[in-house]
């Protein structure tokens, strides 16, 4: 069943719930006010050393400063170590390569094209967004650069002012977060699933005690519901933590934000709890409270059980949420401490590309898309003579999306920031304060004031956090391009208008051409993800451990990237319109719904392989072993089956699930006959029994549910 937000916009059309959601993604959370603080700190130091060095291009430089991660000392050393490097790689590229077309204007554009494809190609390849958006930036800032009529040695000197203005704004957050006292990584992540589970209990406590729902409550709920889980997935993706550990905790988060979701949608409901719900209320909230603080604690959380002679149905959502609560605990089966998290130098090493950046073909579609757009807003300024307007190939560049969804997302965000930043603020500014300024001391004060409002957007969700990058970089660009109080309009008017430029190329380009819905890629991703993780199961298919291992690696990486790209796309799905909506609406609850107990279940088959491998304090006799994989091989055409149920939408007749439970069943004797001759350590098999339990009630369930979407149920 969808939740309030899932529903969203189609059943609220009414304009008080955006500013109902407005209100809750700009609400302080933990944490909140000091990352902002720090930010307008690290900003306002480098906006004053730039001007009064008189160093060009501080609006890089502040934009900079906002773009570093966070969420720990050690993100934030790698964060503005890459921005360096990609700084410095971008400004060696165009240096050396335009040094073979300055001479010639055919080939001169020629290198702009291929320039700007290769921008796009990052875009799509590069496994870090803010690397690719980095070296993007530079090649939208060197394409103007590099069309001026000046001495060549002009523009290598604003190359090299560029790479400095990036290293200062890189060195001074860093030291910022050096000076300031942090918590320890990964703190945010326990603190906003902690608020999310007490939230929860004080709703179960309210039902189970027959009371009203108190206001605090019920507000605190439906914002948590509004804000989602995609701040939690962010932090976790910058966290210093190993990569089991933020597979761990992203499925944890999937489960208690469904969970929240859950909540939010039972409070719709009028129901009058018999005794029997009242104590099942009362089981729930306990549970969760010792949930959150086990999480707190950083403890092992304990298996949960609720007792199913009692759910009698008669409270709509109950039992579901007993099920999701129930899938958390599972979640750290095989798991013997949170101390195995701490991350390691091989485990938090960046890659550079994503797994498949030279194998995809849509990698080299999206650069070929991305760069009509950028290169005809490129030919558009230069056919009017008005290369003011330039920031248009910026905008196809930071806008660029391989969906329509995700695409009108972040250019109805840039549009309404630079309109903000570049008219609301920065003309406003121009013709009722800055006149009257005449220190740098005063806009300093409005400079703060600015950084303070964009950083406060900035750190909402990502659904929101881009309109906040896109006031400051309007405002910025107006006011830190000379090293004096800017009171022109003409240069914010230029600005927007490029603005608009841009995005009505890449409309044309990504709306109009080769365009491909959020809902039908969130579809296909979960399609695909199923698949991956089908494979998985079957893993190691081959004898030697170096190459099993990295198979293992490879698939862990692309099914929780998957995982990750279908959740974001289902935010892109309520940017569509159009006759098909509702149907993309009810599909996308169905993926929703389904996520966290796919995840789950990868979790699950990541303890599952220890065993298959025969790890350290895993080992397995050889007769469990073979029972074990035959299992896992019949559990994989489970997981097969129901990726190609949803792609044809088929209700052909699943497999017996019974031959599952049988299989099952026989892998468990198996393991209860070598116990007993003394053949297995003690615990070891009955945590291996409760994980294989484990995986075939969420494999055989999750079957389940989709044929019941597609097609008939499995015989059971």
């Not at 920031?417 to 806009?443: E, R």
């Not at 990295?550 to 790209?565: M, N, P, Q, V, Y």
């Not at 997981?639 to 892998?667: G, H, K």
Request: hydrophobic share 45%; net charge neutral.
């Amino acid at each position: 069943m969808a939740s309030i937000g899932q529903s969203l916009p189609a059943s609220r059309a009414d304009q008080k719930w955006l500013w109902k959601w407005l209100r809750e993604e700009l609400s302080p959370y933990p944490g909140r006010v000091r990352l902002v603080a720090r930010m307008v700190i690290s900003a306002t130091l480098v906006m004053i050393i730039c001007m009064t060095f008189r160093i060009p291009y501080a609006f890089q430089s502040a934009i900079f400063v906002l773009l570093i991660s966070r969420e720990s000392l050690r993100s934030t050393l790698r964060s503005g170590a890459t921005l360096v490097f990609v700084t410095a790689i971008g400004a060696a590229y165009v240096l050396a390569s335009v040094s073979f077309v300055i001479n010639s204007p055919l080939l001169h554009f020629l290198w702009i094209i291929g320039s700007l494809s290769l921008a796009f190609y990052a875009i799509s390849a590069l496994a870090s967004y803010t690397t690719a958006v980095t070296f993007a930036i530079v090649i939208s800032i060197a394409v103007p650069l590099w069309d001026r009529y000046v001495p060549a040695e002009t523009n290598v000197e604003d190359m090299l002012w560029l790479f400095l203005a990036a290293s200062i704004g890189v060195v001074i957050p860093v030291g910022v977060e050096l000076a300031l006292a942090r918590r320890g990584p990964g703190d945010e992540v326990v603190s906003q699933i902690s608020e999310r589970l007490s939230a929860v209990g004080n709703l179960l406590i309210c039902f189970a005690d027959g009371c009203v729902v108190d206001a605090g409550t019920e507000e605190k709920i439906v914002r948590l519901e509004m804000l989602g889980t995609s701040l939690l997935r962010r932090l976790l993706r910058r966290s210093d933590y190993s990569p089991e550990y933020r597979a761990n905790m992203a499925a944890v988060a999937a489960l208690v934000g469904r969970l929240v979701d859950l909540a939010a949608a039972m409070m719709q409901f009028q129901f009058d709890p018999s005794a029997i719900d009242q104590r099942r209320f009362r089981s729930l909230a306990s549970t969760l409270a010792g949930l959150r603080r086990d999480l707190i604690n950083g403890t092992i959380p304990g298996p949960t059980q609720f007792d199913t002679e009692e759910q009698s149905g008669a409270i709509p959502l109950l039992g579901e949420m007993e099920r999701t609560v129930s899938l958390i605990p599972q979640v750290f089966l095989g798991t013997r401490s949170i101390q195995e998290y701490t991350p390691s130098s091989e485990d938090s090493r960046p890659r550079l590309l994503a797994p498949n950046a030279f194998s995809n073909p849509e990698h080299l579609r999206f650069s070929v898309k991305g760069c009509l757009a950028a290169g005809g807003s490129y030919l558009i300024y230069n056919a009017i003579a008005w290369p003011e307007i330039s920031t248009a190939v910026t905008t196809c560049l930071l806008t660029a999306l391989s969906t329509i969804g995700a695409s009108h997302q972040k250019q109805v965000l840039r549009l309404s920031g630079a309109v903000v930043g570049g008219f609301v603020i920065g003309m406003g500014s121009q013709v009722f304060i800055l006149p009257h300024l005449d220190s740098i001391g005063g806009f300093t004060v409005l400079f703060v004031a600015v950084t303070a409002l964009s950083s406060w957007f900035l750190t909402s969700s990502p659904r929101l956090s881009y309109f906040g990058l896109q006031v400051a970089l309007a405002f910025y660009f107006i006011n830190l391009q000379e090293f004096r109080v800017q009171t022109s309009i003409a240069i914010a008017r230029d600005r927007v208008v490029g603005v608009l430029l841009g995005l009505i190329m890449m409309g044309l380009v990504f709306d109009r051409w080769w365009s491909s819905p959020a809902a039908l890629e969130m579809k296909n991703q979960f399609i695909s993800t199923l698949r991956l993780v089908a494979q998985f199961a079957r893993e190691p298919v081959s004898e030697d451990p170096g190459i099993a291992f990295a198979r293992s690696r490879t698939l862990r990486e692309a099914i929780d990237a998957g995982l990750d790209k279908a959740r974001s796309l289902a935010d892109g799905v309520l940017f569509e319109f159009g006759p098909s909506r509702r149907e993309n609406l009810e599909t996308r609850s169905h993926i929703r719904k389904w996520q966290p107990q796919l995840r789950t279940l990868f979790i699950l088959r990541i303890t599952s392989l220890k065993y298959r491998l025969q790890l350290p304090g895993f080992e397995l006799p050889e007769s469990v072993r073979l029972q074990h994989r035959a299992y896992d091989e019949y559990s994989a055409r489970i997981l097969d089956q129901m990726a190609d149920r949803i792609e044809r939408n088929t209700s052909e007749p699943p497999d017996d699930v019974e031959r599952s439970q049988q299989l099952l069943e026989a892998t468990v004797q198996n393991i209860q006959a070598e116990e007993e001759s003394s053949r297995l350590p003690s615990g070891r098999p009955q945590s291996f029994i409760s994980l294989l339990r484990a995986i075939d009630g969420l494999t055989t369930g999750l079957a389940s549910e989709i044929a019941a979407e597609f097609g008939s149920p499995p015989e059971s």
